[in-house]
């Protein structure tokens, strides 16, 4: 079976990746790394370009205007024009509602294409997203981060990492997902209350582990 997983943030599909493999599986990773970890990947679509020095000054005056950073478009311009390798696999993974952490319009341009040219396409619920931020943000967990604007309302701003997620442009593209997605998987407990009741949800799949490391 031919795989391709997109996305890695805390190595997750590399030990998915092995563990396939381990059974005979052809998989390719397409991922950015994660920032200093260095994790493995067969394509590292992060940016390469814009984050050299020489691009500091337009930098600025991009995410000025845009109030996004040269790097966020790089990313999705170097996916964009893989597409072509990415084709015909029998499963893809993504690792969340917006793997390639690249502008929302961008981000789901791509999704569509690779939904489009492969057979089954499965998304994880890891990590923030949609409906993960929402179900927390109307406190419909016992407890979480988010019970301190209860107390000081102003203590949102130290959170926009987390809930720039509730923004429409990612309500979008979580709702396109769930209606063209073959499954959705929890890859932990935090993430199954949320999808409780959901079509969609497939159920818990704990993180993969490779034990012989």
Known sequence: MQVLLVGEYSRLH??????LQEF??????????DSFKKFSTDFNYDAQIAIKPVFKI??????????????????GIRF?????RFKNYDVVQLINETPIQTFAWLE????????????????????ADYVSVKFAEEGKFRYSIFDVFSED????????????????EFKNISDFLYQ???????????????LQGNP??????????????
Not at 58 to 71: E, G, S, Y
Not at 80 to 84: G, K, R, S, T, V
Not at 180 to 194: Q, R, T, W
């Open 24 to 33: 005979g599986n052809d998989v390719f990773l397409a991922g950015m790394q």
């Open 58 to 75: 337009p930098n600025k005056i991009f995410n000025r205007i845009f109030k996004k950073d040269l790097p966020v478009l790089e990313r």
């Open 180 to 194: 063209n997605v073959s499954g959705v998987i929890a890859s932990d407990f935090d993430y199954v209350l949320p």
């Open 80 to 84: 964009y024009l893989a597409l072509p």
């Open 153 to 168: 309302n102003t203590l949102k701003k130290h959170f926009y990492h987390s809930l720039h997620y509730l923004a429409p």
């Open 108 to 127: 789901k341009i791509i999704l569509k294409k690779i939904i489009k040219q492969n057979k089954k396409v499965f998304l994880l619920s890891c990590g």
């Open 14 to 19: 590399n030990s998915l990746k092995e563990g």
């Open 200 to 213: 969609k949800f497939l159920g818990l799949i704990p993180y993969p582990i490779n034990i012989n490391k």
